[in-house]
């Protein structure tokens, strides 16, 4: 890639990959320390967890079409400013439903579908995808650092310093976004009304957007429910969870680098989402009944499911859709991932209110079940293949 491309490329996805960070570093310490607040039930402090889901989730494609009609960098902006609002009124918060206030407004801050297109716009055709790859790197590097120093840092900041610390680095992105020049040819065109329709009529894409629903519901609404175990079966304060995270996630990507290798070298990459339903199912079925090592093992597992299918099906969605309509596919895509989110906090909190965290490794696998069944992939030049490129 050319020196430009490359600075483009690092800086977006270090912008993007703070206000990752930020939205996740509560993730791993928010269920535990929320049920000290007041009005803090099991299912509040679920929908705490997932509020910010679906303000992203209803935001994504509108705040994508206002990017092609206002300007990549004047919806970064914004989309930061409220980042860093929302994390204020979370670290002020006095009780929970101001959290849950504060991390909703943190969502409404739904900058991806900017940051690709001016990502886009700023590479060429032949380092798209490298550069596309640089931002997926920042966004997973985020979320693994978010789970190990979350509980690492909230031992001195205690919760609301998290959220302060939250609002510094949303500050620190809003300073270092990129003034990058205007390009001279077309840009790269977002989300498109006209082709909503043609992307969900086509089956297949309809099911991967339901499996990244039903992966990150179930990934959301782990973390309402395991942290909760940690201190109660393992006597474990949410100070000490990074012991927990940080070689389970280790290990879990470790393990799926060479499925990913495998799978591509065979060109059986459209299989990895099924059979990484199939083993997010077993893994949550095993969290239901086990305890220990065994129990620590299978928390491994689900991590590998997850990390093979968060790779997968983007991949997925973007060969089966046409150059045309493509960034109309990934923004419903989107919209499907940060659903899930939202879903997966508030439901996993109404289980462990009525029913206790078992109950939402039983629903997980359940669902986890149904789902590796519609995601299998369709034969190539059936109704559910790529898209037609015209737009009707």
């Known amino acids: 890639m050319p020196a430009d491309q490359i600075r483009a490329a690092a800086s977006l996805g270090f912008v993007f990959g703070v206000r990752m960070y930020g939205l996740f570093l509560v993730l791993p310490v928010l269920a535990v320390l929320g049920t000290q607040m007041p009005g803090a039930t099991a ?3 679920g929908l705490a967890v997932g509020a910010y889901g679906l303000t992203q989730a209803l935001l994504q494609i509108p705040l ?10 004047r919806i970064i902006t914004l989309g930061l400013l409220l980042f860093i609002a929302g994390s204020v009124v979370a670290a002020l918060a ?4 101001w959290v849950i206030a504060g991390r909703a407004l943190q969502g409404c801050g739904a900058i991806a579908a900017a940051v690709m297109a001016l990502l886009a716009d700023s590479t060429g055709e032949h380092h798209r995808s ?3 790859a640089v931002l997926g790197i920042g966004v997973g590097g985020s979320f693994l650092l978010a789970l190990m120093t979350g509980p690492l840092l909230v031992g001195p900041l205690g919760l609301s310093g998290l959220f302060w610390l939250t609002a510094i680095l949303g500050g620190v992105a809003l300073a270092l976004v990129p003034k990058l020049p205007t390009p001279t040819g077309p840009r790269t065109p977002g989300a498109q009304p ?3 329709p043609e992307v969900l009529r086509n089956p297949y894409l309809l099911r991967l957007d339901l499996g990244m629903l039903v992966l990150h519901a179930t990934l959301t ?14 006597g474990m304060p949410a100070t000490a969870h990074w012991q927990v995270y940080l070689p389970v996630l280790l290990i879990s990507v470790v393990a799926m680098a060479p499925v990913l290798v495998i799978a591509s070298r065979r060109e059986r990459q ?5 059979l990484g339903m199939v083993v997010l199912a077993v893994a949550l079925a095993g969290l239901a009944v086990t305890n220990g090592a065994a129990w620590i093992i299978l928390l491994v597992l689900f991590f590998i499911a997850f990390n093979l299918m968060e790779a997968s099906m983007p991949a997925q969605v973007s060969r089966r859709a046409p150059e045309t309509a493509r960034a109309t596919a990934l923004g419903v895509f989107s919209t499907s991932q940060f659903a899930g989110a939202f879903l997966g906090g508030s439901l996993g909190g109404v289980l462990v209110h009525f029913w206790g965290e078992s109950a939402v490794f039983v629903a997980g696998a359940v ?3 149904v789902c590796a069944v519609l995601v299998v992939p369709p034969a190539e030049g059936s109704r559910a293949g790529p898209l037609p490129d015209s737009a009707g």
């Open 270 to 274: 459209h299989w990895l989402p099924p």
């Open 94 to 97: 006095d009780s929970i439903w």
């Open 64 to 73: 994508g079409l206002a990017a092609d009609r206002w300007g990549r960098h």
């Open 367 to 369: 669902v986890a079940l």
């Open 130 to 132: 490298k550069a596309m």
């Open 43 to 45: 299912i509040t402090v």
């Open 221 to 234: 609404s782990m973390f309402v429910a395991v942290p909760g175990l940690l201190v109660s079966e393992f």
């Open 194 to 196: 006209s082709r909503l």
